[in-house]
Nanobody, 116 residues
């Protein structure tokens, strides 16, 4: 089992920045990729960015050049630096971890609201 706890959401004006963090605990040695997804009201959950243990990164086209994912394997954390935020970035952001055994774990979510 892996537990994920997010922090760092909030309200920000368009053009501003926020940094999300996620701390993993439990069976951390089994974790493979970690990442961030988001879900806006009335929309499906979508991948924002993902990073593997070797540092391989996948980023959604909608946030490329604005969001940066990073990972600290020693501290078992993954972070998402979000710059130049837009109202359409408003969503609940979820931390995600995949394990070597195929497990899929989610945090409780943190609200990000970008006002115009």
């Amino acid at each position: 089992q892996v537990q994920l706890v997010e922090s760092g959401g909030g309200l920000v004006q368009a053009g501003g920045s926020l940094r999300l963090s996620c701390a993993a605990s439990g069976s951390i040695l089994s974790i493979n990729a970690m990442g961030w997804h988001r879900q806006a009201p009335g929309k499906q959950r979508e991948l924002v960015a993902r990073i593997g243990t070797s540092g391989t990164i996948k980023t959604a086209d909608s946030v490329k050049g604005r969001f940066t994912i990073s990972r600290d394997n020693a501290k078992n954390t993954v972070s998402l630096q979000m710059n130049s935020l837009k109202p359409e970035d408003t969503a609940v952001y979820y931390c995600n971890a995949n394990t070597i055994a195929g497990g899929d774990y989610w945090g409780q979510g943190t609200q990000v609201t970008v006002s115009s």
